[in-house]
């Protein structure tokens, strides 16, 4: 991936977010141990850190690894994630954001692998928002290649270990790129509330 607008993407993912009701906060998601607001608060913190990893402003936020940050969500989050997404956006729609060296999850790496990551991380969270909330979920058809791309080298990657979601999950050669990403991510296709 060398750049792409990821604005559509973090379009669906507000659409998403905002259709979110309080009664569903609580419920579960495909993403292993994390409620819709641990979701909706990972989702806050990561494009706070990615916007900031694009304009290459390291420092806490991008030094913070995933595992180890708070992902509790504050009262003001319908606002601010929102916000926080449309600044990711604007952040990678600068050519400059996908060339030399960044950091994210306190990892150093080329703007263009960050790049893909965070298509990776706002195509598979949305599905598993959409998912916990019984919403419909079609990704943006560039970010959605982006992660399938960067998931399948991840998988293909010897050193691999579980990935970054867990063991690949089996799905048809024939099946919706959708699908094959999110079962690429470790989460299973079917998965249902």
Do not use: N
Request: one cysteine or more; charged letters at 20%; glycine letters at 12%.
């Amino acid at each position: 991936m060398t750049t792409a607008d990821l604005g559509p993407q973090t379009a669906v993912v507000t659409r998403l977010a905002g259709a979110v009701t309080e009664e569903q906060l609580t419920a579960a998601t495909p993403c292993p141990g994390c409620s819709v607001r641990d979701l909706l608060g990972h989702l806050l913190g990561l494009s706070v850190a990615f916007r900031d990893a694009a304009r290459k402003e390291l420092g806490p936020t991008t030094d913070t690894r995933p595992d180890s940050a708070s992902w509790d969500l504050d009262p003001g989050w319908r606002e601010r994630l929102p916000a926080a997404l449309d600044e990711l956006a604007a952040a990678w729609r600068d050519p400059a954001a996908w060339t030399g060296d960044t950091r994210a999850g306190g990892v150093d790496l080329p703007g263009a692998v960050a790049g893909a990551v965070v298509a990776d991380e706002l195509v598979i969270h949305g599905w598993d928002l959409a998912r916990a909330t019984g919403q419909d979920y079609t990704p943006d058809p560039a970010a959605l290649t982006a992660a399938h791309g960067f998931l399948l080298a991840a998988a293909e990657d010897p050193d691999r270990g579980d990935g970054p979601f867990g063991p690949v999950v089996a799905v048809p050669a024939g099946a919706p790129l959708l699908d094959r990403a999110v079962g690429l991510s470790g989460r299973d296709p079917g998965w249902r509330p």
